[in-house]
């Protein structure tokens, strides 16, 4: 078959058998445990894009993304380590199995969402 008879879909399909499996819980095991490896590069890999999370790099030098989309999905995965070495993830996962997102609108919301997420409680 000839490469250009392959289309990219605009619609979602088989949301709930093809992919997008790993429920939070699990996505934030996947960072603790990729933290843990001690090969840099995985750190390195994970910091060379962020999303456009905006977050003070004094309170948070340290942010890993991960994430992912098709029509009817949008899954964001952040890690962000503080500078005293705590560490958090938050992960955002949008889900219409029958209509595409806007996406720069939901990845503009994930994003909005993820920063307060990660915005620190006085006190704590």
């Not at 090969?39 to 060379?48: H, N, Q």
């Not at 030098?61 to 705590?86: I, M, N």
Request: proline letters at 6%; hydrophobic letters at 40%; aromatic letters at 8%.
């Amino acid at each position: 078959m000839s490469l250009s008879r392959i289309a990219a879909w605009t619609a979602p399909r088989e949301l709930d058998t093809i992919e997008w499996y790993a429920s939070p819980a699990q996505v934030c095991q996947a960072f603790a445990r990729l933290s843990k490896l001690p090969d840099k590069r995985v750190g390195e890999a994970l910091s060379i894009n962020n999303a456009g999370l905006a977050l003070d790099r004094a309170q948070w030098p340290c942010v890993w993304f991960k994430g992912g989309s098709e029509p009817g999905v949008s899954d964001l995965g952040h890690l962000a380590r503080t500078a005293d070495g705590r560490s958090f993830v938050v992960t955002t996962l949008a889900s219409d199995p029958r209509t595409p997102f806007d996406e720069g609108r939901t990845i503009s919301e994930q994003l909005g969402l993820t920063c307060g997420a990660f915005t620190p409680v006085k006190g704590s």
